[in-house]
């Protein structure tokens, strides 16, 4: 959470560390002139000097150039080593917190060369719980193979800290896992060392896009299992591919249920091919339950 706090102004990180349970504090969400909105527990509230409160006058309204403080806190005061990121709309900070970036985009030649005039921020904050993923993990290991899983879920039920503890569970089990962290949000490699606990037998590609790990993992790093977050229709390919040369994967996807994933015309083939074994369902809070369905849906 220190990550967080050196984000932000010291007014904000006083009330969250004296009003809130930051192990529940999920977004911070800052648009400059604005009202300060915080995700706590799955629920959108205003951030307050008492706390949270939904009376939008009582909230901390944002400086008019918050955005831009918190964008260059996050790199360090150096906007040409996150260029790359920033292109795809985020920036990967130190200990897993993502900041999420809205800003005027610059063109040239008809591609998006860079951002400026930063509108806004939504700083997303990992959740590591250890043996959360407890119960779920020799369901995915049954028989010694893992089985291809896609974790399902609304935006902030959890579904990237139950993939990040089934990967340290299948990793520490024996398996060679290779995690693709495209947006270093959950190993959170710093240095070249994980800030979080994703196994000892995992190896982990931050940074790149999907296809290409896919690609180098399979051909280089001989992976038991691929793990991987919010799978989109340009990647599903790569998943079948590496299902028929005999590697697992997991992944996320956004969709309430099982019923909005088929709405999505998107994966349609991909539930049509059986390619994933099962489908994991995750509700939010409070409960934070999940429910195994049959690949065949």
Do not use: W
């Not at 010694?144 to 503890?165: C, E």
């Amino acid at each position: 959470m220190e990550a967080l706090f050196r984000l932000i102004p010291e007014k904000y990180s006083a009330v969250i560390k004296a009003k809130l349970c930051t192990e529940r504090l999920c977004e911070v969400r800052i648009i400059n002139g604005a009202p300060i909105r915080v995700n706590y527990d799955g629920v959108y509230y205003y951030l307050c000097g008492d706390g949270l409160t939904r009376d939008r006058s009582a909230a901390f309204n944002a400086e008019n150039n918050s955005a831009e403080q918190i964008v260059m806190r996050a790199c360090s005061h150096s906007l040409f080593t996150v260029t790359d990121t920033l292109r795809r709309g985020y920036i990967a900070a130190t200990g897993g917190v993502r900041v999420g970036v809205c800003g005027a985009g610059v063109m040239s030649g008809g591609v998006l060369t860079a951002v400026k005039n930063f509108y806004s921020v939504n700083i997303r904050l990992p959740h590591e719980v250890v043996g959360c993923a407890g119960a779920l993990a020799p369901k995915l290991m049954n028989g010694g193979k893992i089985k291809n899983a896609l974790l399902l879920s609304s935006p902030g039920a959890g579904k990237t800290t139950m993939l990040r503890d089934l990967c340290r569970l299948i990793s520490d089990s024996g398996y060679n896992v290779l995690l693709c962290d495209e947006r270093y949000e959950i190993a959170s490699v710093t240095d070249g060392k994980s800030a979080l606990n994703v196994g000892c037998c995992t190896d982990v590609i931050s940074g790149i896009d999907k296809p290409r790990v896919f690609e180098m993992g399979i051909a280089n790093m001989s992976p038991h299992v691929i793990v991987t977050d919010e799978l989109f229709s340009s990647d599903l390919p790569y998943v079948a591919r590496a299902s028929t040369c005999g590697i697992s994967v997991i992944a996320t996807a956004h969709a309430k249920n099982i019923d909005e994933l088929k709405a999505k015309a998107e994966y349609a083939e991909i539930i049509k091919s059986g390619v994933f074994d099962c489908y994991v369902v995750l509700s939010g809070p409070p409960s934070r339950n999940f429910t195994v369905y049959d690949g065949v849906v």
